[in-house]
């Protein structure tokens, strides 16, 4: 068997894979000890631990600014073709996931896997981490909120 250089696309697509079931093999392991938001909590932490600079730069962005970079950076794990974003008003912004890519792989690779989870589990931590009172969005004076749909759910983003 000959060794080929893979294509970026399958670069992406194995790392992407290998993210997700990581997660999924977290959050069922995290489940079945009871240690779920304890789990979430203390990864909140690390992330927003490591991102303190990009956050004091974000504080320096305008609404709108703000919001095309959360759409910019979406699309590390979402084609911008499944992202819509949408004003309400010129403090308040809609960001919908039509058909959401991590969805889509946390339902293969979660059967594949034979894990014993909910395949929107991603959808459920995500939910639980922007909710949280020390999300690093408060940092930047941001109320964020979620509704799941069928392929992907929507995110109302509030600046006060």
């Not at 977290?26 to 600079?53: F, I, P, R």
């Not at 590390?76 to 912004?93: I, T």
């Not at 889509?104 to 922007?130: H, N, T, W």
Request: net charge neutral; charged share 30%; hydrophobic share 35%.
């Amino acid at each position: 068997m000959a060794i080929r250089e893979m294509s970026i696309e399958e670069k992406y697509n194995g790392l992407f894979d290998f993210y997700v079931l990581e997660d999924a093999i977290s959050y069922a392991y995290h489940e079945e000890q009871g240690t779920v938001e304890k789990w979430l909590d203390y990864t909140l932490e690390v992330y927003k631990s490591y991102m303190g600079q990009m956050l004091e730069m974000m504080k320096t962005l305008t609404p709108k600014q703000f919001a095309n970079q959360m759409v910019n950076m979406q699309q590390m794990w979402q084609p911008l073709s499944d992202l819509e974003l949408s004003w309400v008003s010129d403090r308040e912004a809609v960001m919908r996931y039509k058909n959401c890519e991590i969805l889509r792989r946390s339902r293969e690779l979660v059967k594949k896997a034979g894990l014993k989870i909910d395949p929107k589990f991603y959808c459920k931590m995500c939910q639980y981490r922007s909710a949280h009172p020390r999300h690093f969005m408060r940092d930047l004076g941001m109320d964020m909120s979620c509704e799941f749909e069928e392929n992907g759910c929507k995110w109302t983003m509030k600046l006060k």
